[in-house]
């Protein structure tokens, strides 16, 4: 693993909804951190091995620190327990720079921001600074119940009349939650965003499937193929002059890793981007919700956590 990373305290943590904190981190001596982009994550680097990205949640002029929220995920892969059960006001983590794989674009006519639950973390960011530059916008903020809303105190306080439309499950009167009418209501040069759950994610694309690609924006938690392990292929490493075996029941980063070769990686799942990868030979089975259809096309890079292989040769800029 390629260590470029900060180690910031834990100066505060606070509660912010049902099984929600949000975790306040900053610079032990106090200096400015480095600045980010509203949609951008940081990967925390957890004692036990685990890598998670997290959201930034702040306002990006911030310098002073970096604000994430966690949900504790009860049948996740333990990362947002380890978080919830172990980490304590004083703590040093490590944490990656931060990247934005979620980018807004701050020129659009108007933007559409459709969070659902924990999925609020990155497009509150953006409201912040639509808001800040006194852009046309409008968020849209799903979640089961008010208790389970995170941040909504503060969103309600900020005030952002007809930019704020707010949706819970148990104050429908049984009706549901149409994505599809709001997504047909936003003006057509609108920029789409949204971020939530899968099936809203997958329901997103849906309603969205006849807008211009690059003004649908979205944003995975979570994997929604399963990852390549069925293995039973080499992978050349053309800077390292290297071949390595993929067995079954590994993907080619499990591989690498085995083998000592340092690459880059956070989520394992094919969402945070961390583990791009340049492929210079062979046909990719991509398996990642990072990049985009053209990009997996061209089949210049690929996600080695969870990508494997189909053509008889890969080479990989490693």
């Known amino acids: 693993m390629i260590d470029d990373t900060l180690e910031l305290r834990v100066k505060r943590i606070s509660y912010e909804a049902d ?91 108007h933007s559409l921001l459709i969070a659902g639950g924990i999925g609020i973390t990155p497009l509150l960011s953006m409201a912040r600074r639509l808001d800040a530059l006194g852009r046309s916008f409008e968020l849209v903020y799903a979640a089961r119940t008010r208790s389970a809303a995170a941040f909504l105190d503060e969103i309600e306080a900020l005030r952002w009349n007809g930019h704020l439309r707010l949706d819970f499950d148990d104050e429908r009167s049984g009706q549901v939650f149409d994505l599809a009418a709001i997504v047909r209501q936003a003006p057509a040069q609108a920029h789409l965003y949204c971020c939530g759950p899968q099936p809203m994610l997958q329901a997103f694309e849906t309603a969205t499937a006849d807008r211009p690609a690059d003004r649908v924006h979205v944003e995975y938690f979570q994997a929604k193929n399963p990852p390549a392990m069925t293995g039973g292929f080499e992978v050349k490493l053309a800077r390292s002059n290297r071949t390595i075996a993929v ?32 492929v210079l030979d062979g046909i990719p089975d991509h398996r990642d919700q990072f990049l985009s259809g053209e990009d997996q096309a061209s089949n210049k890079t690929m996600m080695i956590c969870c990508s494997g292989v189909k053509s008889a040769t890969l080479v990989l800029d490693l």
């Not at 957890?46 to 306002?59: E, F």
């Open 19 to 109: 099984r929600i904190n949000s975790y306040e981190l900053a610079a032990p001596d106090g200096r400015d951190l480095v600045p980010f982009t509203a949609g951008a994550h940081i990967d925390l680097h957890l004692p036990n091995g685990m890598i998670r990205s997290y959201s930034l949640v702040n306002n990006q002029h911030e310098r002073h620190r970096y604000v994430i929220a966690v949900n504790r995920e009860l049948a996740g892969r333990g990362g947002s327990q380890f978080v919830h059960d172990n980490l304590r006001v004083g703590d040093i983590v490590r944490v990656s720079k931060p990247r934005n794989n979620f980018a807004l674009c701050e020129e659009a006519e």
């Open 247 to 278: 067995k079954a029941g590994k993907t080619i980063l499990d591989a690498l890793l085995d083998a000592g070769i340092a690459a880059n990686y956070a989520c394992s799942e094919g969402v945070c981007g961390t583990c791009e990868t340049r």
